[in-house]
């Protein structure tokens, strides 16, 4: 798979940097991506960023680490962190920047060791790809965890992107679930394969969550639909 985003953050650390990646979806038109948000201090976060930091405790798995930035800040804060992510790009631009521990990895083929705290921010839900992945990837989740530790993820309801029709409701695709999205990305004339991205709304998430014996809780919300959540091990729940 084109490695648009590993490009893009290469180019960037080594002051390549040119063009921003575009990302189109089959709902909306394309837009700019600016790689510069990768390399986002911690004053330049989102508030829900700065909360799942924040909470963050023990040793800790950054899901889909990108530049490093969020295991970089926790790294100086004295925790543990392991770094993964799919880019080898992104991998490499972590390790140059100072991360101790990262390695390129699918989350769901990664089972080396349990955590305290799983991260999985900038629409971690993203990474379920659809619905009927769900399950299989709470459960992958609840796997990595160590007794009492929390799983901080965030996601949005895409209600928002839909129709309105006079008497308030909203119109929304029959065929599939508004919040799975296909993406594209396309970064200096090379363009990615399109790829699936789930976007959640909180019922369904936890509904899903509950089926897994995993607690659910919203501890905050962004200004743009958008949310975080704790996903903890309901006790007596079977590991």
């Not at 521990?101 to 629409?123: A, C, G, H, P, W």
């Not at 999205?181 to 959640?200: C, P």
């Not at 200004?223 to 309901?234: E, H, Q, W």
Request: glycine letters at 8%; hydrophobic letters at 35%; charged letters at 25%.
């Amino acid at each position: 798979m084109t490695d648009i985003i590993g490009t893009a953050l290469l180019d960037y650390y080594h002051g390549n940097h040119s063009e921003e990646i575009i990302t189109e979806t089959n709902i909306s038109e394309p837009d700019e991506l600016p790689v510069s948000y990768f390399f986002r201090s911690f004053s330049e976060m989102p508030s829900i960023e700065k909360k799942a930091l924040k909470l963050s405790k023990g040793t800790v798995l950054d899901v889909g680490a990108g530049a490093g930035s969020h295991a970089l800040y926790l790294q100086k804060k004295g925790l543990k962190v392991t770094a993964i992510d799919s880019s080898e790009g992104a991998v490499k631009v972590c390790k140059h920047r100072g991360v101790i521990e990262v390695m390129q990895t699918d989350l769901i083929r990664y089972s080396d060791k349990k955590f305290d705290t799983i991260l999985l921010l900038m629409n971690g839900s993203g990474i379920f790809q659809k619905l009927e992945y769900i399950a299989i990837y709470l459960e992958h989740l609840k796997s990595l965890l160590n007794q009492n530790g929390q799983i901080l993820i965030d996601s949005s309801d895409l209600r928002y992107m839909y129709d309105r029709s006079e008497d308030g409701g909203i119109w929304i695709p029959g065929d599939a679930y508004y919040g799975e999205l296909e993406f594209t990305m396309a970064y200096k004339g090379v363009i990615s394969e399109s790829f699936d991205w789930l976007y959640l709304d909180e019922r369904i998430f936890e509904s899903a969550c509950q089926s897994c014996g995993l607690n659910f809780e919203i501890i905050e919300r962004g200004n743009n639909f958008d949310y975080l959540a704790k996903i903890t091990v309901r006790e007596n729940s079977p590991s």
